[in-house]
């Protein structure tokens, strides 16, 4: 079992930034990967980033390059999703995903546990 607990969110103007993190706890061995998706109400859950935690090789979703930046820090087992340049469609609720292979993945169902989702709400 794997424990995700996010952190991070809030209320801020467009424009802003905002960090998330997501400590994760249990059975964090061996080649793993983690990801955030978000989901805003009506749409459906979008693939925002992932990192591999041995190799560290990341991937974003379109509509999140270059604004995103999707880290780890291996020693606290904490992944931060840095948002810069945040616009009022980057409202959602934000969700950390773990995946027990070390292969970066977009698909939700890819992914073996979740956290509980934190808001983000970006003001116009």
């Known amino acids: 079992q794997v424990q995700l607990v996010e952190s991070g969110g809030g209320l801020v103007q467009a424009g802003g930034s905002l960090r998330l993190s997501c400590a994760a706890s249990g059975r964090t061995f061996g080649s793993y990967s983690m990801g955030w998706f978000r989901q805003a109400p009506g749409k459906e859950r979008e693939f925002v980033a992932t990192i591999s935690w041995s190799s560290g090789a990341t991937y974003y979703g379109d509509s999140v390059k270059g604004r995103f930046t999707i880290s780890r820090d291996n020693a606290k087992n904490t992944v931060y999703l840095q948002m810069n340049s945040l616009k009022p469609e980057d409202t959602a609720v934000y969700y950390c995903?773990?995946?027990?292979?070390?292969?970066?993945?977009?698909?939700?169902?890819?992914?073996?546990?979740w956290g509980q989702g934190t808001q983000v709400t970006v003001s116009s």
């Open positions: 995903a773990f995946r027990s292979l070390g292969t970066i993945a977009t698909l939700s169902d890819r992914y073996n546990y």
